[in-house]
């Protein structure tokens, strides 16, 4: 590490139980093969449900204080979103550092299969930013604790078009609750990161008439995608003060923050993204101060989760899309407890997945 890094202020000197984002998770494990080049963390932030599971991402991190802060915010994230949408699943997560690319390959992919099979199912692996539904068929060469394989294998295929899904729900929910309406024809809605779910997303609420704006850092997909939906685009990312109804963060997290907020014209937040909120407390009451209604992320971008544990309960699609239709009235209701108990609305959902998990902890 270099001592840039060390001293920057957002950052403890304690390299592991000492980072700002770890939060009593109950395992980390680093892996290394020189082989193949892999270099990776799985962390696993808490089983007291059932097994953790959620997705690997792999991302050019800046360095490893991010990518090590990167995996303790997901995993934890994994544990409120599966307790919040009723799963026996604990919540864990596992980067991968490098660039998806030019860098994977399945020789990498199945030793990053070996590392989650020594685990012996405490960690169950997915697909998320830069994996495709065939790296989890790689994995499953090696381990059976891996989900969102593709159909021929018996899996539950791609879940991003399932995420989408849930994210229309909690969106039209939170349209309900903040517009009194939840038709979205007519409302500006800006898209932020049209991947695997934005433009699923882009789809459902296009179809029912919304205006929809989108903005991303791969040009060459923005001008397929403005075509394809008939929709603006905005380029770069100063794109928070744009006079929008609503905003949908379907890239990376943390883009709710000091400064986007100070600019937010949208009255709805409700998007894709995990831990869109930089800082939970914070950012949330300063949402709730500016009468913003945030549909909490991991409440509304379950519909994945949901998808792939299908393949551990065999659910069949049916039940699948009941579950995430549900995303809709969970959505409301937690939106109008937060009104209730005048809580931020990421509180008012985190409390309740926090009581399941003790429940069943007691
Ligand atoms: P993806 O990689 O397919 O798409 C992400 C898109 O965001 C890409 O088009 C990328 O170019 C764009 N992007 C990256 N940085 C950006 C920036 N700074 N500004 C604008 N655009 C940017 O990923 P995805 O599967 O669509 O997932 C999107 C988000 O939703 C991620 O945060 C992911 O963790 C979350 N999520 C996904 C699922 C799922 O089922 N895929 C489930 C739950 C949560």
């Given at each position: ?127 998320d930013v830069g994996m ?17 394989v593709s159909e021929a ?210």
């Open positions: 590490m270099t001592s840039e890094i060390i001293n920057s202020k957002d950052l403890k000197n304690d390299p592991v139980f000492g980072q700002l984002s770890f939060d009593n998770h109950e395992q980390i494990v680093f892996c290394n093969d020189e082989d193949t080049g892999l270099k990776a963390i799985i962390g696993i932030h808490n089983t007291a449900l059932g097994p953790a599971l959620g997705g690997t991402r792999m991302w050019q991190y800046k360095n490893e204080w991010d990518a090590l802060n990167d995996v303790l915010r997901l995993s934890r994230g994994m544990t409120y979103k599966a307790a919040i949408t009723g799963l026996n699943l604990g919540g864990g997560k596992a980067v991968i550092i490098g660039d998806a690319k030019t860098q994977k390959n399945d020789a990498l992919m199945r030793r990053f299969g070996q590392f989650v099979d020594s685990l012996s199912g405490r960690y169950i692996t997915a697909e495709e539904t065939r790296d989890m068929d790689i994995v499953r060469e090696v381990t059976p604790h891996v989900t969102g294998i018996g899996g539950a295929g791609n879940p991003s078009p399932v995420t989408a899904y849930g994210v229309y729900m909690g969106m039209k929910a939170a349209a309900e609750f903040k517009f009194g309406t939840n038709k979205l024809a007519g409302k500006k809605v800006l898209v932020q990161g049209v991947g695997h779910v934005g433009e699923t997303l882009v789809k459902y609420i296009t179809d029912e008439g919304a205006q929809v704006v989108l903005n991303d850092i791969n040009e060459a997909r923005l001008e397929e995608l403005s075509k394809k939906y008939n929709a603006n685009v905005v380029l770069g990312d100063d794109v928070y003060g744009l006079d929008v109804d609503i905003y949908a963060p379907c890239a990376l997290g943390a883009t709710i923050n000091d400064n986007s907020i100070s600019k937010l014209k949208a009255q709805v937040i409700a998007g894709a993204a995990n831990n869109q909120l930089a800082n939970e407390l914070k950012h949330g009451e300063l949402l709730k101060k500016k009468g913003i209604v945030y549909a909490p992320d991991f409440l509304i971008n379950a519909g994945g989760i949901i998808n792939v544990y299908s393949e551990l309960d065999g659910g069949n699609r049916e039940d699948i899309m009941r579950k995430t239709e549900n995303i809709y009235n969970t959505t409301l209701e937690i939106l109008t407890l937060s009104g209730k108990e005048n809580l931020t609305t990421h509180q008012a959902a985190f409390n309740i997945a926090q009581a399941r998990i003790n429940a069943v902890k007691k």
